[in-house]
């Protein structure tokens, strides 16, 4: 009977041992992983990174993580030579294939997102305009309202606006209403809808180029394109998916 006891508390020792030093290797790799995604996607700021599922020093025998999420505040999205921060960057990998010491991660496949607030969007639209929230209706659609003086709006664009037509433009506020899109590159696009009707004839073109907007964001892993918007009171949180996604490496 005392050789069973003393056998159980080993067995629980080695058990409390093993999972110390799981959790111990997973914070390791954790931080080490961080670093490099840091270096590797050329980011201002260190992730945080979670390994998932237990036990971990299994996994990486395998070769194989069964899952990763990725954190990141503090990042740069710009628009026009604006710069301004998104709220936060997140991705979710799964099916993560490692080689060596985590030199390179591959994930079968991978959810991303990017936060911003109004206030960051407006910081990057074309001086003199502002986002705000569109309303239940329109922001299930994706969409957000954009508005500004029609004269500095012009202006802003670069759009030059001959002294008889500024009179008629003096006071008149543009109000539209503008759906996010994805662009090439990995950008995401403003795109206005529709443009309102203006005192002076001719200048729908030239209105359209001061609205219309693309957003350059970093610090998603290459190979998550973002592919659609869900706005809400606060801002816009841009998602996307992508396989055989590169996470360090």
Do not use: C
């Amino acid at each position: 009977m005392r050789a069973l006891r003393i056998s159980m508390i080993t067995v629980v020792v080695l058990g409390i041992l093993f999972v110390a030093a799981d959790r111990i290797a997973v914070m390791i790799a954790e931080s080490e992983a961080a670093d490099r995604i840091r270096s590797t996607q050329g980011l201002s700021a260190t992730p945080e990174v979670s390994i998932k599922g237990f036990p971990f020093l299994t996994q990486v025998a395998g070769k194989h993580l069964e899952a990763v999420d990725i954190s990141v505040s503090g990042l740069d999205a710009s628009a026009g030579g604006h710069t301004v921060e998104v709220s936060e960057v997140r991705a979710e990998l799964v099916d993560v294939e490692i080689a060596g010491n985590f030199t390179t991660a591959v994930a079968g496949r991978a959810e991303g997102s990017a936060r911003i607030s109004y206030e960051d969007l407006t910081k990057a639209a074309p001086k003199g305009a502002t986002v705000t929230y569109a309303g239940p209706e329109r922001a299930a659609k994706g969409q957000v309202k954009i508005a500004g003086p029609a004269l500095q709006l012009l202006k802003s664009a670069g759009i030059e606006v001959p002294e008889t037509v500024r009179g008629m433009l003096s006071g008149e506020e543009i109000v539209v209403h503008s759906t996010v899109e994805p662009a090439e590159g990995g950008a995401v696009r403003l795109k206005a809808d529709s443009l309102p009707d203006v005192p002076v004839p001719g200048y729908d073109g030239q209105l359209r180029q001061a609205v219309d907007y693309e957003m350059q964001i970093d610090g998603l892993p290459a190979g998550i394109r973002l592919d659609r918007a869900k706005a809400s009171e606060t801002g816009l949180t841009f998602l996307g998916t992508g396989r055989d996604v590169s996470l360090v490496g």
